[in-house]
């Protein structure tokens, strides 16, 4: 299995694969790791790998640096690879990979703007840099995270392809990739100035403007199945987006006596929890029941109940009651049992 796995990583970094039935960038019939078949099960996902293997032909022709990226890309299938079947993690890393080489092949400049592939709907940073001398560039970072945010600036010290700055507890190191940036930092979290949950590492493209990734309920977590994802988008309509920008953060919620077994989540923006939050229960085929914290036209919070199982269209479960009751404490909270 090992020495399969292997071949297939070797295989995927020069996309010497047959294309197949299910749209992937590799034979579907030989599939044996729990990547390989999740890949193969879900056509979307299929679609992505076959999306970038195309991109990815035409990207190594194009790129200052051929073997970077050929590295980059064996270390992009390592991390892909630790998803194993979970096609949420999947769906992510495909998404963040191709938008990555839609900017790898342009020439590299220490004169740009960057912006952050963002993980999430509420993640963003964005990047500054400009030489100084031979030895050096300044910078200008800022960072958000929900309704947190950060920012620092200062001047790094160019060696070859990377430039360093340290500052107290803080450190960053900007690394050259082609024409794609990385900024990792050390020192904990606020050490370089950020607030809670704000982070600079990651990956940027040359751009003067944020970059968007088309992300939905399954690539972010919220959901485990396509059938979970249908049933929200068909039940929800145009909260389905309210739902997706509120699920910046997540964590386990009680659970519920009234549905024996249902999963419980509770999702909000950082910094932003008593105006932009919702709790999902959903329970097996496809069942789900929300509370989703919205706007109406006089800017003030309100709370709809959105279910697709019928008998609990006019009564809401224990757990998502108590937890309207408990955002909104000793004030009026008022909830909408939508159709």
Not at 99 to 124: C, H, N, R
Not at 150 to 158: R, S
Not at 160 to 181: D, I, P, Q, R, Y
Request: glycine letters at 8%.
């Amino acid at each position: 299995m090992l020495a399969f796995n292997i071949r297939h990583a070797l295989l995927l970094t020069s996309l010497v694969f047959a294309t197949s039935s299910h749209a992937a960038s590799f034979d579907c019939a030989g599939a044996s790791s729990p990547v390989e078949k999740a890949v193969c099960a879900d056509p979307y996902t299929s679609s992505l790998d076959e999306k970038l293997g195309a991109l990815w032909r035409t990207t190594l022709a194009q790129v200052a640096d051929p073997q970077a990226l050929k590295a980059d890309q064996r270390s992009w299938l390592k991390q892909r690879n630790q998803c194993a079947a979970n096609s949420s993690c999947l769906r992510r890393e495909y998404l963040m990979r191709l938008k990555a080489l839609e900017y790898v092949a342009k020439p590299f400049s220490w004169d740009a703007t960057w912006q952050m592939i963002p993980w999430g709907v509420s993640s963003a940073a964005e990047v500054t840099t400009k030489r100084v001398d031979a030895t050096h560039i300044a910078f200008d970072v800022s960072a958000s995270n929900g309704g947190n945010s950060g920012d620092m600036d200062g001047v790094a010290t160019i060696d070859g392809a990377v430039a360093h700055f340290a500052e107290g507890n803080c450190t960053l190191k900007f690394s050259a990739l082609n024409g794609l940036l990385d900024v990792d930092s050390d020192g904990g979290e606020g050490a370089c100035g950020g607030g809670m949950g704000v982070y600079y590492d990651g990956r940027y493209v040359a751009s003067d403007q944020p970059i968007a990734i088309e992300y939905d309920l399954l690539s972010l977590g919220v959901v485990r199945t396509q059938q979970e994802d249908l049933a929200l988008r068909t039940l929800l309509k145009n909260d389905y987006q309210t739902l997706l920008q509120n699920s910046g953060s997540m964590a386990a919620g009680e659970t519920s006596g009234d549905v024996p077994g249902g999963e419980v989540n509770e999702f909000w923006l950082r910094g932003l929890a008593s105006s932009n939050a919702a709790i999902l229960m959903s329970a097996p085929g496809g069942r789900v029941w929300l509370v989703l914290l919205v706007f109406d036209e006089q800017r003030k919070v309100r709370a709809r109940y959105y279910t697709n199982v019928p008998k609990w269209k006019k009564r809401v479960p224990d757990v998502l009651l108590a937890w309207r009751e408990r955002l909104a404490g000793d004030a009026t909270l008022p909830l909408d049992l939508m159709p």
